[in-house]
C-alpha cells in the first residue's frame, strides 16, 4: 500500500489553507502531523479522506486517484478517528463498532455472525470488549476515544487518519491511545497519519514527522533529525532544551519559553548592562 499526496491546495473562500503539499506514506508508516494552530493539519486529513474537495492536486491510493473511487470503497481503505468524540445518540459501545462494518455490507443485508466476530476481535484489540453493553455516553473521555479507534478498525482499512485522538486525555490515557496506536503499525502493517498536539509524543511514536506552518510542509523526516532548536523557535515560537533518550533514540524536548520572551529577556538584560555601565 502507498499514499501519495500530490501538490494540494485548498481555499477556505479567499484563505489559502494548503498550499502545495506533497509526501508520500507508505504501508506499516506512522507519520505524526505537528504544527501550530490554523496550520492546515485537519484540512489535510479531510482532504485526505476526501470530506474535503481540493482546489488543485490529487491523493492517490495505491496509484488510484481517490477522487475517482465511491465512498463505500474508500472507506473500505481509509478510516478516520476525528477529533470531536462527542456521539448524541444513546448507542451501546457494541453497536457503535459495528457501525464500522457498514463499508461491507450490501445494500440491503444486514450484520452476519462473521462481522460480530471481526468487530469483538477488534473491541478485544483495543480494550473495550468489557464495554461491549455500555452506552456510549456513560463511559470515559479515555474509553470513547479507544472505542471510536475500534469503529474505524473495523473497516478493516489500510490507512488510519486520526485528528488529536489523546486532546484531552489524562497522561495515562495519552499513553494507552499512541501505544495501541504504534502496536497497530508493528503488527498489523496499518499505515496512520496522526494530527498530534504533544510534541513529545509525537517524536516517540512517530516514525516520521510532517512539520506544517501556514498550511505548507517546512519540514518532514525523522524525528531527531529535524526537531531542532532553531525549527522549534521558527514553527512554534519556543526556546526549548532537546535531549536525546538513549533507550529509544528518540528526542525529548523541555520547552523553556516563548521566543518573544527570550528576545524581551535578552533586551531587559542589554538595557540593565547598559545602565550598570
Keep these: 500500500m502507498r499514499l501519495r499526496v500530490s501538490g494540494i491546495e485548498f481555499y477556505y473562500d479567499s484563505i489559502k489553507a494548503l498550499d502545495g503539499i506533497t509526501f508520500s506514506a507508505n504501508r506499516g508508516e506512522f507519520i ?57 445518540f444513546d448507542f451501546k459501545v457494541f453497536d457503535v463498532v459495528m457501525m464500522g462494518r457498514h463499508p461491507h455490507l450490501g445494500r440491503f443485508s444486514i450484520e452476519s455472525e462473521g462481522d460480530e466476530k ?19 455516553k456513560e463511559i470515559s473521555g479515555g474509553e470513547r476515544q479507544r472505542v471510536l479507534i475500534a469503529r474505524a478498525l473495523a473497516q478493516e482499512p489500510e490507512v488510519l487518519l486520526l485528528d488529536e485522538p489523546t ?43 510532517l512539520v506544517m506552518k501556514n498550511g505548507r510542509i517546512v519540514r518532514i523526516g ?37 521566543a518573544l520572551q527570550a528576545i524581551e529577556r535578552r533586551e531587559i538584560m542589554n538595557i540593565e548592562v547598559e545602565k550598570s555601565t
Excluded at 470530506?51 to 473511487?69: C, E, T, W
Excluded at 533507550?247 to 524536548?253: D, H, L, Q
Aim: positive net charge; proline residues 4%.
Design 32 to 88: 505524526g502531523l505537528i504544527g501550530p494552530n490554523g496550520s492546515g493539519k485537519t484540512t489535510l486529513l479531510k482532504v485526505i479522506d476526501k470530506a474535503l474537495k481540493p482546489v488543485r492536486g490529487s491523493v492517490y491510493l495505491n496509484f488510484r486517484d481517490i477522487s475517482k473511487m465511491g465512498w463505500r470503497e474508500l472507506a473500505r481503505e481509509i478510516a478516520v478517528v476525528p477529533q470531536n468524540t462527542q456521539i448524541d
Design 222 to 258: 525523522e524525528p531527531w533529525k529535524i526537531l531542532t532548536r532553531k525549527l522549534l523557535r521558527e514553527v512554534f515560537n519556543i526556546e526549548a532544551k532537546i535531549y536525546r533518550d538513549e533507550e529509544s533514540g528518540k528526542p525529548i524536548i523541555i520547552p523553556m519559553h516563548s
Design 118 to 136: 471481526k468487530v469483538r476481535y477488534w473491541m478485544k484489540l483495543t480494550n473495550v470488549l468489557h464495554l461491549a453493553d455500555r452506552s456510549i
Design 167 to 209: 486532546a484531552n486525555l489524562d497522561v495515562n490515557y495519552q499513553l494507552e491511545i499512541m501505544s495501541l496506536l504504534r502496536r497497530l503499525v508493528m503488527e498489523n502493517e496499518l499505515t496512520i497519519i496522526c494530527a498530534i498536539h504533544d510534541l513529545n509524543l509525537a517524536a516517540r511514536y512517530s516514525d516520521k514527522l
